[in-house]
């Protein structure tokens, strides 16, 4: 079954996504509710009208038939401006649509057998989990991290270039986190654009990109940290484009970062500073090596073929790293019982990304906060079912891989 497909919110998130997937959305919804309504009541004109008409013709004299010629100029008219609406109203709704479904979309149905969102998918399906209920009770989700404490370990994923699901996406998202008392991670963006996201009290970790020029991030760093940041990290799995060169985001080019730069950027700062895109033990020791705070294993959506699913990896790394090193967790985690999984292998606390975005272009930063407090109280109730008191008691012993 297709990825997306599997998705809890899909017919809401299909609706959202046509309509919601512009530069503005309200003008694409007006423009569209316009043609459906006009296209529908030439429609039913033409039925009305036309439809009686014809069934009786046969039994009419020449001038009846020539009269009804004449009356069948309206609905003849209605048929053609009903087909003009519904062309116009199919273009309105084609174009953002294959804008996110289409090939290469966000949430395009990949079909190639090294699909890395796909194989994650099927990793997080494999994984069972064993009901506890003896000595069970409700379980606490409060969640301290970097000296602030949070409601739920349910966090937003690393986003960036929302402008297309809603005019001011990453500062709503923020609000979003803010309502739901969720960490808000922020990805590529401008100076201006961090500062609005902190400006509405979301405490932030800000990842940057890879750029080339290590000046670029150092500067970035000290930005982040006058905004007041919790946190600030590398996305470092963006280097390389899929062509055999190395990345350029916006006519900025990126590049790999080796172990020393890591050690003189996390130096470089008092905030704690992440690695995002670690998928083994290798990775994650050099991280610890140099002074790194928390690591978020992920394939930042599959952005190699073939990838190794974050929850295959974390079991390990966790070994790896011991038991108090933040491990955060991203790519295909939708619902509680995804997030649970990945606590009870490892995590200390879990991104959503993707999942949240229809939300977002459907309902702004309430769409977000009760997307997060679904997600949230999926994972609650899960932990009580698996008699898990709080997020540092959650025995991996609970998870049993299907054959
Ligand atoms: C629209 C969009 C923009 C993203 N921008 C960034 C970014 O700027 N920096 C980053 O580190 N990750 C970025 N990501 C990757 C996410 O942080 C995350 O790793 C990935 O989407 C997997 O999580 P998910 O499956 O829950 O979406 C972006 C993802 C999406 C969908």
Not at 319 to 338: H, I, N, Q, R, T
Not at 352 to 359: D, I, K, N, Q
Not at 370 to 385: D, E, F, Y
Not at 393 to 398: F, G, Q, Y
Request: proline share 5%; with cysteine; glycine share 8%.
């Amino acid at each position: 079954m297709p990825y997306w497909r599997r998705a809890s919110t899909l017919p809401g998130s299909l609706r959202r996504s046509i309509i919601s997937v512009g530069n503005d959305p309200l003008y694409h919804r007006v423009r569209i509710a316009y043609y459906l309504h006009h296209s529908l009541c030439c429609i039913i004109n033409v039925i009305l009208i036309l439809c009686p008409k014809i069934r009786f013709v046969n039994t009419q004299t020449a001038t009846e038939r020539q009269k009804m010629l004449k009356t069948a100029i309206m609905p003849l008219i209605a048929g053609v401006l009903s087909v003009y609406f519904l062309g116009n109203m199919l273009k309105y709704c084609y174009q953002p649509a294959k804008a996110y479904f289409g090939k290469g979309g966000i949430m395009a149905e990949e079909k190639r057998p090294g699909d890395s969102n796909r194989i994650t998918r099927e990793y997080i399906d494999s994984l069972l989990v064993e009901m506890r209920h003896l000595d069970a009770a409700m379980p606490s989700t409060a969640f301290p991290l970097f000296g602030e404490t949070f409601s739920t370990p349910v966090m937003t994923a690393a986003l960036s270039h929302l402008q297309r699901l809603h005019p001011d996406g990453m500062v709503e998202l923020a609000r979003g986190a803010v309502k739901a008392g969720a960490v808000l991670w922020t990805g590529m963006g401008d100076e201006s654009e961090l500062a609005a996201i902190t400006a509405t009290g979301a405490k932030t970790i800000k990842i940057i990109k890879p750029y080339a020029d290590n000046e670029d991030i150092y500067r970035k760093i000290r930005h982040a940290e006058e905004c007041g940041v919790i946190a600030v990290g590398i996305d470092v799995d963006h280097a390389f484009n899929r062509n055999g060169g190395y990345d350029i985001v916006h006519d900025r080019p990126m590049r790999p970062k080796s172990t020393a730069e890591i050690r003189d950027f996390a130096a470089a700062t008092r905030l704690p500073f992440l690695i995002k895109g670690v998928l083994g033990v290798k990775d994650a020791l050099k991280c610890v090596g140099a002074g790194v705070a928390g690591i978020v294993v992920s394939h930042h959506h599959g952005i190699m073929d073939f990838a190794v699913p974050p929850l295959m990896a974390l079991p390990e790394i966790r070994k790896a790293v011991g038991g108090d090193y933040p491990l955060f967790v991203d790519c295909g985690l939708e619902s509680g019982m995804d997030v649970f999984k990945a606590l009870a292998l490892g995590a200390t606390a879990c991104s959503v990304g993707r999942a949240l975005m229809g939300p977002l272009g459907e309902s702004g930063a309430d769409g977000v906060a009760k997307a997060i407090a679904n997600i949230a109280a999926g994972l609650v109730h899960t932990m009580a079912m698996t008699a898990s008191p709080d997020l540092t008691h959650i025995d991996p012993s609970v998870i049993h891989r299907a054959q």
